[in-house]
């Protein structure tokens, strides 16, 4: 389905919507318990009590889901750090604040995490909606963070160079390539970029 096709279409009604957060909880305890290969879309279908063709007709594939499922991690993540703001005297070390909370949210749940990443990480062009409203989620919870409404090219220059840098801390986490430590290293580094991003006269 194209990005004009999905804004095409008529908003979910309460039943249809509640519908797709059980197939979303279904697809997220099969991934927390078994991981990327526990995901099959006749076990989430009959966990989340749908026929098979109504799961395809709401993610026409195991990758759609799964991004999916990461979105409304994101977008439940997103909730809670606006409940609880992150600490930190200036904005690089509040947003690697909220990065390291968002990592240790993702370590207690490992096998669901490695299936989200796969997943983003095998997702083609079809998927390409589903994976711009994860980039955009994790951009809003970085902004978020750093308290901006307006930021510059150059800072959201640096925000995508510090979701790339999360993202791939993730994979080298999940393949046993990093330590938690060099995770934390890692992104209180990048988010360095943010000083050298802000304007004088905004610091």
Known sequence: MTAEAKQASPPLTERQEARRRRILHASAQLASRGGFE???????AEAAGVA????????????????????????HMHGTLRKRPPAGDDAAQRVADTLMRAFRALQREPH?????VRALTFADRSVSPEVDTVSRLTTAIILDSMGLEHPTPEQL????????????????????RASIAQVKIDIETVCRLID????PEAS
């Open 157 to 176: 220059s640096a925000v995508r160079v510090i979701e790339h840098t999360w993202h791939s801390a993730l994979i080298t986490w999940l393949s046993g």
């Open 196 to 199: 050298v991003t802000t304007p």
């Open 112 to 116: 669901l995490a490695d299936a989200m």
């Open 52 to 75: 098979l063709g109504t799961l395809y007709r709401y993610f026409p594939s195991k990758i759609h889901l799964l991004v999916a499922t990461m979105q409304d991690q994101l977008q």
């Open 38 to 44: 526990a995901v099959q879309m006749r076990e989430v």
